[in-house]
């Protein structure tokens, strides 16, 4: 099944402490996003990658992370997460500009 | 810069009803993809339709029907004979092709639908 996975799904850290969002897709699609969804906002991006090695930042990088080693896996990072991080995020991926995108489940993030 | 206006924030119809979700987009590039996702309580967004630039025709799926039209830059979308599972947040969203390598998707602010029985 052609799908976009997330991980962890539920996640509740303090600020400060280091973690990672996994998201892995099985499309074999070059393209891949992370995008944050806020009440009354949106989604808005945060990072993009148009294949391995290659990342550029989004309209709300700041204080995120992510790499793109292999064509699958697109981790988002949280080097020192703040309460205003919180947010419900979502990992995209596509296979070329314009085409539709495909969304894994979401991980919603509680920073206290 | 591409913009979406979902200027609904929220509908709340009685089953059966028909409803009508708007969506005002604005960009420069004649090369563009207009896009409806649904977001069930669930949380996940169920992609619905995407439609490019060139073609403005109607598209009817089942009880849905989106009218896309060029000369007002809308993009609406109609739920016929609504039904208690078309409650959602539903998003219209413009991905631009010549914006460079990104083409992001941009997104509305989203309409939440409530259907009552």
């Known amino acids: 099944e052609a799908q976009v996975t997330q991980n962890p799904r539920y996640l509740i850290t303090v600020t400060g402490k280091k973690l990672t969002v996994t998201c892995s897709q099985n499309m074999n699609h070059e393209y891949m996003s992370w995008y944050r969804q806020d009440p009354g906002l949106g989604l808005r991006q945060i990072y993009y990658s148009m294949n391995v090695e290659v990342t550029d930042k989004g309209d709300v990088p700041e204080g995120y992370k992510v790499s793109r080693k292999e064509k699958r896996n697109f981790p988002l990072i949280l080097e020192s997460p703040s309460p205003n991080q919180t947010s419900l995020y979502f990992c995209?991926?596509?296979?070329?500009?314009?085409?539709?995108?495909?969304f894994g489940p979401g991980t919603r993030l509680l920073v206290l | 810069a591409q913009k979406v206006t979902q200027a609904q924030t929220e509908i709340s119809v009685v089953e059966k009803e028909d409803v009508t979700l708007d969506c005002v987009y604005e960009?420069?590039?004649?090369?563009?993809?207009l896009f409806w996702y649904k977001q069930p309580p669930s949380g996940e967004l169920v992609f619905l339709i995407r439609r490019n630039s060139f073609d403005e025709q109607n598209e009817i799926s089942g009880r849905y029907s989106w009218n896309f039209q060029k000369s007002t830059s809308s993009f609406n979308f109609t739920i016929t004979a609504s039904q208690v599972v078309d409650s959602a947040v539903y998003f219209c969203?413009?991905?631009?092709?010549?914006?460079?390598?990104?083409?992001?998707?941009?997104f509305g602010k989203g309409i939440t639908l409530s259907v009552r029985p």
């Open positions: 969203a413009l991905s631009e092709v010549h914006s460079g390598a990104n083409s992001k998707l941009t």
């Open positions: 995209a991926s596509r296979r070329r500009p314009g085409e539709t995108q495909y």
């Open positions: 960009t420069r590039d004649t090369t563009y993809y």
